[in-house]
């Protein structure tokens, strides 16, 4: 049983995620499927779906304009948030540990963290990918989370851009986050592997070991594309 996690990004509707969730509730798999939408689409019931957020605040409630807090989230009936993401790294500062403070709260409203790391290309080119990859899971996932966490290894450099590392450097990379999780106490963590999944390379990147399913952004805004990856493995 694999994960199968979208990222609607700052796409979509609450119509047209009915009828995504509409068209996912008689497909024939037992994986996990769940939906990050934008805050304005959350307390649309998804059925068989579980519904995620894709950020949340690092604080409780208070003055802290434009921001949503986790626990106003699980009020929405969501169950998971995507914190850490690339897009929120890159265009607003949001550094490991602001990250980690952000996953604590989700996991303080009884939510499940998605917690995104991931090299971009300069990082990848200069040699860094494997440091950048240990230091981002050291220090973007809480110590004491308690195994109520999933991990999303997002190479920067390939998401939205039709490009994928090799099954060799996936596997590689999926191998230090299943050890570092480990050695954090957090052995068995689910961890998920994104940037530019599709149809046609779903089963394949969800056959290399250590990879629990996959977080898919552009192809898992049409029932036609996404249906594919979910059904492409049991
Ligand atoms: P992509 O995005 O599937 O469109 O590459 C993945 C992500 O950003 O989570």
Known sequence: MKIIAGNWKMNGSRDSLVHMVTALQDIDSKNTVILCVP??????????????AQDASAHDHGAYTGEVSANMIAATGAKYVIVGHSERRQYHGETNDIVRAKAAAVIAAGLTPIICVGETMDEKQAGKTMAIIESGVRESVPNDA?????????PRWAIGAGLTPTDSEIADAHKLIADTLTSMGLGGTPVLYGASVKGTNAAQIMSIPNVDGVLVGGASLKPDDFIPIITSVK
């Open 39 to 52: 805050y304005t689409m959350l307390g649309v019931d998804g059925g068989r779906v579980a519904i995620g």
């Open 146 to 154: 308690n195994n109520n966490v999933i991990v999303a290894y997002e």
